[in-house]
């Protein structure tokens, strides 16, 4: 039996397989290293980032910070931040999204301005960490000023469960807890000062948990 | 007996006035007043072993450096991401000049005069407080050229990470410090010869470089004469997991592991028994709860006669209340998630290690999946560039060794939710099917003619 060719159905490029990622867009020039004249980049942020390469032997060695450098400036490594990133280093923007996309902490798409890492890892997990993942997300209900993800270990197992709340450990959480801190969040105050990792002491010298906890 | 948790709580240790004043920067002039092969000398003599995970002795790494004047760098890794493992964290917040003594001391004794700290991205606190350590020394003239008017130089930087547990691999490290995504390079050349840079490098754990101010202070002898013949000096141990106060411990290599269970971590919940533990991080094999090995002496040598390891030294307990099964899936979705995706073993055989946890999770799964999954462990485990991948293998491949009837259990249970009834027993498993003894089927004749 003949195949009609017109009555197959076909993506907008034309074929019948979805293609490459939206990453690609084969439709863009090569990338080259970004012309400083027609890049421009503010000066505090080209200044932190030549500090950072000058202070190793290979000035590559600069690309994590400098991604971190360009990360905070905008919110997210867009596609700017990074040409921005490579005008200074003189790399090739695609070199820097490599190892954008490599790393955890970089974001490669807008993401809101508070970011919860909250541990869903083995230990954290043992004590409810599932739990208060899930409440985190409810409690922030999906407003796109909050960038709640469920992270990798985070090296806090002593205070488990825990979050990283804009970088600041808290833990041990309650499913409450993440109504407060979002709450904190909103009006600008301390995220939880009594489960902060920071005022910690050792563990020795801290009491036996309330069995059945 | 506690080395680096002594003073450890003390108000503003993580300045230089006070770290000083608690005796601080001593061991560091009388380390530059020794020839760099005597302070050596003293490295090996102590036996001190790594603190990171692979346990190798840190003197003979020295040793393994060349001599001469090229450019030769140390790299201090504390890019701590293994689960249960957050020694180095609390270490860096409230000791960082011991570190920099440490690694100016190492430095010394190695002939370096560039070093690096690679500190994992998430740790934000931890880094500004070793940035504010290290502009402090550098100011009393610790860092810098010509350290204390002798003929040492160093310079020292603190990098930080991303958010990739990879970066934590020396190699990989390494790559990323160089401003590559991290991915691991094959061995030999080791980075004693060829590392960052191409340049001679030694890469050691935070915990490790802490312990060298101490092996000077106490002479190599005498530090070998704390723990086990073998394994020397003391250890900071995270216990984590189902006890009533996780947290970190300081204990002489070689006390039992009941002891830092129940005596210092206080055990798992009232009415709870130890189902199993990690006795080093997720990447060590899991041992069951049993007295027998919750007797083993917690040194290098004893968890690595037990079939696991002692690694970076974090324990992690899990209890009854804890379906193993629920556990394993974790354990394989986090190196699933972290693999770089360099080699196939790996990238693929975390990732379908995680789909036939799951199948068994959903109820789809037969016995037989437990057997692939173990062949599937076998395969990983020696064909990597890393070890990551080993690093899942054994956790999974020792929880199905140990807890193979649970899993079934689990299977036969999901299953039963699913009303698929009971798994008929697979005869036909292939070359493949690896270990495990074939059983009869039940029920089914292998030789009827299916129409």
Redesign the interface.
């Known amino acids: 039996m003949a195949i009609d060719p017109s009555r197959i159905k076909r993506f907008e490029h034309g074929s019948r397989v979805p293609g490459w990622d939206d990453a690609v867009d084969l439709t863009k020039d090569p990338a080259v290293v970004p012309d400083p004249a027609t890049t421009p980049v503010p000066k505090e942020l080209r200044a932190e980032i030549e500090a950072h390469m000058a202070?190793?032997?290979?000035p590559?060695?600069?690309?994590?910070?400098a991604?971190?450098a360009v990360q905070r400036w905008h919110g997210w490594c867009s596609p700017t931040a990074i040409e921005q990133a490579a005008c200074v280093m003189r790399l090739t923007p695609a070199y820097l999204t490599?190892?954008a996309t490599?790393?955890?902490?970089?974001d490669t798409v807008p993401t809101g301005d508070n970011t919860i890492?909250v541990c869903?890892?083995?230990?954290c997990?043992?004590?409810g960490a599932d739990d208060v993942y899930a409440a985190m997300l409810e409690a922030a209900g999906g407003d796109p000023n909050f960038n709640v993800r469920g992270?990798?270990?985070?090296?806090?197992?002593?205070?488990?469960p825990m979050a990283?709340v804009n970088?600041?450990?808290v833990g041990p959480l309650t499913r409450d807890d993440c109504k407060i801190i979002v709450g904190a969040l909103r009006e600008g105050r301390e995220v939880l000062p009594e489960k902060q990792?920071?005022k910690r002491?050792?563990?020795?010298?801290?009491?036996?948990?309330e069995?059945?906890? | 007996m506690k080395l680096l948790f002594e003073n450890f709580d003390r108000p503003g240790l993580n300045t230089l006035a006070v770290y000083e004043d608690a005796g601080g920067y001593k061991q560091l002039r009388r380390a530059l007043k020794l020839e760099p092969a005597d302070v050596l000398a003293e490295l090996q003599a102590s036996g001190v072993r790594g603190r990171g995970g692979a346990g190798f002795a840190m003197g003979k790494k020295v040793s393994f450096l060349p001599q001469g004047t090229m450019d030769k760098y140390l790299v201090c890794n504390a890019d701590e991401s293994e689960p249960g493992t957050f020694k180095d964290r609390e270490l860096l917040q409230k000791n960082p000049h011991l570190l920099i003594e440490g690694m100016i001391i190492a430095a010394w004794a190695a002939g370096i005069n560039r070093s690096f700290i690679y500190i994992r991205g998430e740790y934000l606190h931890q880094a500004d407080i070793l940035d504010a350590a290290l502009a402090e020394a550098r100011e009393a003239g610790y860092i810098g050229d010509r350290i204390l008017r002798s003929d040492h130089s160093l310079d020292m930087v603190v990098h930080r990470g991303a958010g990739a547990y990879i970066c934590g691999e020396e190699t990989a490290l390494l790559d990323s410090l160089e401003g590559k995504r991290g991915n691991p390079r094959l061995k030999p050349p080791f980075p004693a010869l060829q590392g960052l840079y191409k340049g001679p490098t030694l890469i050691n754990n935070v915990e490790t470089l802490m312990n060298v101010p101490h092996i000077v202070e106490m002479g190599g002898e005498a530090y070998a004469k704390i723990g086990t013949e073998t394994s020397t000096g003391t250890k900071v141990v995270s216990v984590s997991g189902c006890v009533r106060r996780p947290g970190n411990y300081e204990i002489p290599l070689g006390v039992p592991s009941r002891e830092l269970i129940f005596g210092l971590a206080g055990g798992p919940p009232e009415g709870r028994t130890v189902k199993a533990w990690f006795p080093g991080g997720s990447s060590a094999p899991v041992l069951p709860g049993t007295d027998e090995m919750l007797d083993l002496p917690y040194d290098f040598d004893s968890l690595a006669k037990a079939g696991s390891m002692l690694g970076s030294g974090a324990i992690i307990v899990i209890d009854d209340s804890i379906p193993i099964v629920d556990v394993a899936l974790k354990t394989a979705k986090f190196y699933r998630h972290e693999s770089c995706g360099k080699c196939t073993p790996c990238r693929e055989g975390t990732n379908w290690t995680v789909k036939m946890l799951e199948r068994i999770d959903s109820g789809e799964a037969t016995p037989m999946d437990l057997d692939i999954m173990a062949s599937v462990q076998e395969q990983i485990i020696g064909n990597c560039l890393c070890v990551l991948g080993d690093a899942m293998a054994m956790p999974i491949g020792s929880m199905i060794k140990h807890f193979r009837e649970e899993f079934e259990a689990h299977i036969d249970m999901r299953r039963e939710e699913n009303g698929l009834g009971a798994a008929i027993p697979q005869v036909n498993r292939g070359r493949h099917a690896g270990p495990g003894p074939m059983r009869e089927p039940t029920g089914v004749d292998p030789t009827a003619v299916v129409v």
């Open positions: 202070k190793y032997p290979d590559r060695s600069a690309s994590i910070p991604l971190h490599a190892v490599f790393y955890d902490m970089f890492y869903t890892n083995i230990s997990s043992l004590r992270f990798e270990c985070l090296g806090a197992c002593d205070i488990a990283s970088g600041e450990y990792l920071r002491p050792l563990a020795d010298t801290l009491p036996l948990e069995s059945g906890s």
